[in-house]
């Protein structure tokens, strides 16, 4: 699903925010980035939804590559890319159910499509109650399934996150990494960035860590019950 063969990036500043990166994700597989505020996380993901491009190497996206994808075709792979932020980023004079929704209108999907999409995603991540509220009326983590909700209402077969439990108490990101975890269980490959060490060794899955650019590090964790067993 995603490849990065010997990527740099080099920002005008001089700062280098990935030096000779390479790794393959699979179709269906679920990893974690981790490292110091700086490391490359944000970077990398930027690269992936072409936010930003690469200096040297390429990056690739269910085969496709995308370093020298022209500006009319970035629409088309993005539709392919659900991103969740830290900060949500919702509309706040929206309801949920309209939140949610953007994405398919702005695809143009039909009304009676796009009803039934939302209506699903709000489902998945236990607030098909709340849609006609509105975001403030929310509590954090309630916010944060929103904006899962909305990334995933395309039902994209890449879901990126940008350390979405950043702004969350120890078992609500536990919740939000499950919903991850089910999202995976469905075939939805899943890259997240976090600095929450504590929270990735909840889950047995792959864990790439950067520092200064550079991975120096790709293994699969290990989760604390296996741990304890031994």
Same mark, same amino acid.
């Given at each position: 699903?995603?490849?990065?063969?010997?990527?740099?990036?080099?920002?005008?500043?001089?700062?280098?925010?990935?030096?000779?990166?390479?790794?393959?994700?699979?179709?269906?597989?679920?990893?974690?980035?981790?490292?110091?505020?700086?490391?490359?996380?944000?970077?990398?993901?930027?690269?992936?939804?072409?936010?930003?491009?690469?200096?040297?190497?390429?990056?690739?996206?269910?085969?496709?590559?995308?370093?020298?994808?022209?500006?009319?075709?970035?629409?088309?792979?993005?539709?392919?890319?659900?991103?969740?932020?830290?900060?949500?980023?919702?509309?706040?004079?929206?309801?949920?159910?309209?939140?949610?929704?953007?994405?398919?209108?702005?695809?143009?999907?039909?009304?009676?499509?796009? #009803?039934?999409? &939302?209506?699903?995603?709000?489902?998945?991540?236990? +607030?098909? !109650?709340?849609?006609?509220?509105?975001? @403030?009326? *929310?509590?954090?983590?309630?916010?944060?399934?929103?904006?899962?909700?909305?990334?995933?209402?395309?039902?994209?077969?890449?879901?990126?996150?940008?350390?979405?439990?950043?702004?969350?108490?120890?078992?609500?990101?536990?919740?939000?990494?499950?919903?991850?975890?089910?999202?995976?269980?469905? #075939?939805?490959? &899943?890259?997240?960035?976090?600095?929450?060490?504590? +929270?990735? !060794?909840?889950?047995?899955?792959?864990? @790439?860590? *950067?520092?200064?650019?550079?991975?120096?590090?790709?293994?699969?964790?290990?989760?604390?019950?296996?741990?304890?067993?031994?």
């Amino acid at each position: 699903m995603i490849r990065f063969d010997h990527v740099s990036k080099r920002y005008p500043s001089g700062h280098e925010g990935l030096n000779n990166v390479s790794f393959h994700l699979k179709d269906g597989e679920m990893a974690f980035l981790t490292g110091h505020s700086g490391a490359g996380k944000s970077t990398l993901l930027k690269l992936i939804a072409i936010i930003e491009r690469s200096t040297r190497g390429n990056v690739y996206v269910a085969g496709k590559i995308l370093t020298n994808s022209k500006r009319h075709q970035i629409p088309e792979i993005r539709r392919n890319i659900g991103i969740v932020f830290q900060n949500n980023s919702l509309l706040t004079d929206r309801s949920v159910f309209h939140n949610v929704a953007l994405p398919l209108v702005i695809a143009g999907y039909r009304h009676q499509e796009i #009803g039934r999409r &939302v209506r699903a995603s709000l489902d998945k991540v236990g +607030l098909l !109650s709340r849609e006609t509220s509105l975001p @403030l009326t *929310l509590s954090t983590g309630e916010q944060q399934r929103v904006g899962i909700a909305r990334a995933v209402v395309n039902r994209p077969p890449l879901l990126l996150a940008d350390e979405p439990t950043g702004n969350l108490d120890p078992e609500l990101s536990k919740e939000v990494m499950l919903l991850f975890q089910q999202f995976k269980q469905v #075939g939805v490959t &899943v890259l997240i960035a976090t600095h929450d060490l504590s +929270l990735v !060794s909840e889950f047995g899955e792959r864990c @790439l860590a *950067l520092e200064n650019g550079r991975i120096i590090s790709d293994k699969n964790s290990f989760k604390r019950d296996r741990i304890k067993s031994h």
